[in-house]
């Protein structure tokens, strides 16, 4: 297949791009810039110009290839309710490319979107609405998507998408920890953190792609739910620093922006991810990828 790739030179993305590759695929990225561009071109990829703000190459893209993975997102949360907007219109580009086809689209969305508390499957649809939780804009376009006869199916990404290059919420509670002299986690740190390698996470983009079936979501999750106290211990004894708890009223001032995300309790499950496309973890799960990998 010819597969358009958003942000497929990023953390993800650059997976995607060798696991489509290996595979056989003719891969197609997005590029921002000329670096972008050479990026891809250096791992395989042809390059196509434009940025998610770009509605008319979104479409295309799209219109050019024989299924499309969208991974870009604009990961500042200072401005989060209208990035999840932009990737809101983006998917609407991209599905536009599409329509009248039965050519996959596969979109990016959280496990997180889903009311915490317990654990979230593959058949869990979030309870509000983007107004309530801005990343559901996506799931939501998705969705209009389908209403428009395009074939396109969500991937749930764990909190921690972890691996060497990571620069997500693991290394940010691990420069916290270094700039407060302990590692914290919230009242008994119970609550749990769904978690998945790049590279799974990667081949399970590339199966939805190929075997999908047009199934409404699949998860890419290796471990269902660690304490976050875990994690915490495994920070405390590489930094060598206390391990200390923060109430929930402390959280806020102590993490920064990661306040609201440390005191969730967020198990996933992708039983039926594995069951439908043949798929499991072969990778390192995150608390071994801290104790073993470059995180420190």
């Known amino acids: 297949m010819k597969v358009f790739v958003t942000g497929a030179s990023g953390f993800i993305g650059s997976?995607?791009?060798?696991?489509?590759?290996?595979?056989?695929?003719?891969?197609?990225?997005?590029?921002?810039?000329?670096?972008?561009?050479?990026?891809?071109?250096?791992?395989?990829?042809?390059?196509?110009?434009?940025?998610?703000?770009?509605?008319?190459?979104?479409k295309q893209g799209?219109?050019?290839?024989?299924?499309?993975?969208?991974?870009?997102?604009?990961?500042?949360f200072s401005k989060y309710k209208e990035n999840c907007e932009t990737d809101r219109l983006a998917i609407a580009a991209l599905s536009e490319g599409l329509e009248g086809t039965d050519r996959p689209l596969i979109i990016t969305s959280g496990t997180?979107?889903?009311?915490?508390?317990?654990?979230?499957?593959?058949?869990?649809?979030?309870?509000?609405?983007?107004?309530?939780?801005?990343?559901?804009?996506?799931?939501?376009?998705?969705?209009?998507a389908v209403a428009k006869g395009v074939k396109a199916s969500i991937v749930r990404l764990p909190p921690s998408v972890h691996g060497d290059g990571d620069r997500g919420f693991i290394p940010g509670l691990i420069a916290i920890a270094r700039e407060k002299g302990v590692s914290a986690y919230v009242e008994d740190g119970a609550?749990?953190?769904?978690?998945?390698?790049?590279?799974?996470?990667?081949?399970?983009?590339?199966?939805a792609l190929e075997?999908?079936?047009?199934?409404?979501?699949?998860?890419?999750?290796?471990?269902?739910?660690?304490?976050?106290?875990?994690?915490?211990?495994?920070?405390?004894h590489k930094l060598n620093l206390p391990l200390q708890s923060v109430t929930k009223d402390e959280a806020v001032n102590h993490f920064?922006?990661?306040?609201?995300?440390?005191?969730?309790?967020?198990?996933?499950?992708?039983?039926?991810?594995?069951?439908?496309?043949?798929?499991?973890?072969?990778?390192?799960?995150?608390?071994?990828?801290?104790?073993?990998?470059t995180y420190f």
Do not use: C
């Not at 891969?27 to 940025?51: C, F, I, N, P, Q």
């Not at 799209?62 to 969208?70: L, M």
């Not at 967020?266 to 039926?272: F, H, N, T």
């Open 15 to 58: 997976a995607v791009v060798q696991e489509l590759i290996a595979a056989g695929h003719q891969v197609t990225g997005l590029a921002r810039s000329e670096a972008s561009a050479k990026a891809l071109e250096a791992a395989g990829a042809a390059a196509h110009y434009g940025s998610l703000e770009d509605l008319d190459s979104l």
């Open 112 to 144: 997180g979107v889903i009311a915490p508390g317990r654990l979230v499957t593959e058949t869990d649809l979030s309870a509000v609405g983007s107004a309530a939780i801005p990343r559901v804009a996506s799931e939501e376009a998705a969705a209009a």
């Open 191 to 207: 609550n749990r953190w769904p978690a998945v390698h790049r590279l799974d996470a990667a081949k399970v983009f590339r199966l």
């Open 211 to 236: 075997k999908g079936d047009g199934r409404p979501v699949f998860h890419a999750v290796g471990d269902e739910g660690i304490a976050v106290k875990e994690l915490a211990g495994v920070i405390s």
């Open 62 to 76: 799209a219109a050019a290839s024989d299924g499309v993975i969208h991974l870009a997102f604009i990961h500042d």
């Open 256 to 293: 920064g922006w990661l306040g609201m995300f440390v005191s969730l309790n967020i198990p996933a499950s992708a039983k039926q991810t594995a069951e439908w496309l043949g798929w499991k973890p072969e990778h390192v799960g995150l608390v071994a990828d801290l104790e073993t990998g």
